[in-house]
């Protein structure tokens, strides 16, 4: 009679401390739809983080680093406002992080477009890197699912575009997401503004 009551004692005490999955009794709970508000920022940030600690060059904090517009991948040559969003949140993690960030709003040497943002994706890359006198830069594109947006992020070796590390995440595609995205139509991509 000890054995079995010392045996449902533990039986109990291991069931209380077990993770609420296992708890077969308890009632399930509805799942918290992750909105690309609370996601956005987070990820990132993590994003940032990973391209300055697994880069396959230390990065020096006081050489210049570009972050450009990063783009839709089926219309390089233009961005959006979250293509846009995400370059600013990328500029502004790598500056906290204590890296020196070019702002190249500020600068003449680098074409910005009116309501397009700042464009890497080039042939020009080396040259224009070189103008800012930068010793990487941020780039990269996104692309639009049914319910997701998939974002690819790479750190470019400003003088031969070399990558130096990458990272990608993703996104629900929802309402706040969306309204920050281009509208694509037959006759190709609208800019949103």
Same mark, same amino acid.
């Given at each position: +009679? #000890?054995?079995f009551a010392?045996?449902?004692?533990l ?9 609420? /999955? @296992?708890?077969?009794? *308890?009632?399930?709970?509805?799942e ?7 996601k956005?920022?987070?990820?990132? #940030? ?6 300055? /600690? ?12 570009? $972050? ?10 233009? *961005?959006?406002? @979250? ?6 949140q990328? *500029? ?7 890296y ?5 709003? +500020?600068r003449?040497?680098l074409?910005v477009?009116?309501a &397009?943002?700042?464009l +890497? ?20 594109? /996104?692309? $639009?699912? $049914?319910?997701?947006? /998939? ?13 130096? *590390?990458?990272?990608? @995440?993703?996104?629900?595609?929802? !309402?706040?997401?969306?309204? +920050?995205? !281009? ?6 991509? $609208?800019?949103? &503004?």
């Amino acid at each position: +009679m #000890y054995k079995f009551a010392v045996s449902a004692l533990l039986l109990l005490g291991v069931s209380a401390c077990a993770p609420e /999955y @296992f708890n077969v009794y *308890s009632e399930p709970k509805p799942e918290h739809t992750i909105t690309s508000r609370e996601k956005l920022l987070p990820e990132v #940030y993590n994003a940032a983080d990973t391209l300055v /600690y697994s880069s396959n060059q230390p990065l020096d904090r006081n050489a210049s680093v570009l $972050v450009a517009s990063i783009v839709n991948i089926d219309a390089l040559e233009t *961005s959006s406002t @979250f293509g846009r969003t995400v370059g600013e949140q990328l *500029s502004g993690r790598i500056a906290q992080l204590g890296y020196a960030v070019s702002e190249v709003k +500020m600068r003449d040497s680098l074409a910005v477009r009116p309501a &397009q943002g700042e464009l +890497m994706l080039s042939r020009d890359l080396a040259f224009l890197a070189g103008r800012q006198d930068a010793q990487a830069v941020l780039t990269g594109t /996104y692309s $639009v699912g $049914v319910d997701t947006v /998939y974002v690819n992020l790479k750190l470019l070796r400003a003088g031969d575009g070399r990558i130096l *590390s990458a990272t990608d @995440f993703k996104l629900p595609l929802d !309402p706040d997401l969306d309204a +920050m995205l !281009p509208k694509q139509t037959e006759g190709g991509w $609208v800019l949103v &503004q």
